[in-house]
């Protein structure tokens, strides 16, 4: 006989939060379990009257122990309504990108009702990022949605590292091909005409921070004849960017080769636009927190910093906005009068008012009267539905 269906019933204050659209359930929020349920198996959350308040995905390993799928009327997660889901999140990006960008997130995990996924495209290239072991049982049912709905040549699979150990009993592997051929090289994608390299098998994230595709238009409306400094560069997203925007000379400061020799690459790819074949570029590879405190002094005329998450966890918060504000310190001690400085952060425990403030205040005690150019928040291919996931936030200013 099949297992009956598994049914959790779930605190007041869980209930009200799921009631407003938060993605979640928590293990210490279930006051009744009908049996022990499975990684992976749909899990029905019933409210305190005993109505059908949300299905998701139960995850017997983690403190999010279900990640909803669904919730509002009652609803059967059968062949079409997983067909219909994916055919709505991709709608949702339609019309955003034009043959010049090939590269976008197709899905942005619980934003899209997606929870613990990403699903990058490159190209003819499809990367699946798995936050949670959930998702192993439904491989090959998605692996076969994305046939139906999404033209592609190849699917890799990625895994956040937490994940990797229990993959490996499924026989999964991060960076996997679970469709089409191993690429020989990392897979070449277009951003705004720009090409790129995506090391899609073993790069950061996917293979590109695909979240910074409007920041780094906006470098390239403000980069003409200016010196620039891209500290964290990574691949040199930003930099070919201001290149073409007529940037005098170019600096990728990062502590990675592998990411500075992408860079040169991604350089070379892009030598027929007349602006990026003049661009003098260079590489430095440095901790950043270092170099820049002991680079000469105004010798810039653009400075974007964009660091790794400062904050993996809410205890970091404090220490966060004090290391933004002092890279922001010695970013603007870098720059020439009338310099740009570019400053962007993507910790979700540090807000955008306060990350904003504390460049704001940078700033400020260098120039008091500085011009605020623009503030962004994330762009339409990386929505945030809930609280916990606005993380990107970047801002320009001019001394
Ligand atoms: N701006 C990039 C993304 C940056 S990701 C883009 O547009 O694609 C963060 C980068 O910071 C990574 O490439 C990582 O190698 C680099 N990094 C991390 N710690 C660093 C440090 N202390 N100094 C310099 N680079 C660092």
Redesign the pocket.
Known sequence: MPPSRLRLHISQKAETAIRGGHPWLFADSIREQNRPGETGELAILYDRKDRFLAVGLFDDGSPIRVRLLHSGKPQNLDDTWWKEHLRQTLAKREGLFDAETTGWRCCHGENDRWPGLVLDRYDATLVLKLYTAAWFPWLDKLSALLTELIPHERLVLRLSRNIREKAAQSHLDDGQVLRGVIPERPVIFKETGLRFESDVIRG?KTG??LD?REN?RHVEKLSAGRRTL?????????SLYAARGGAASVTD????SH?LENAHRNFELNRDCPPIARCQHETVQ????I?LKEAPRKTFDLV?L???SLAKRETERADAINAYSFLARQGLALLRPNGILAA?SCSAHVSAGEFFNAIRAAAQDIQPRFHEIQTSLQPPDHPAAFPEAHYLKCIFLRL
């Open positions: 950061q590109f921070f910074q780094r891209n500290a964290f560069s990574f691949s040199g997203g930003f400061l990062d502590i990675s990411a440095a901790d950043a927190f170099w974007i964009d660091p790794p962007a």
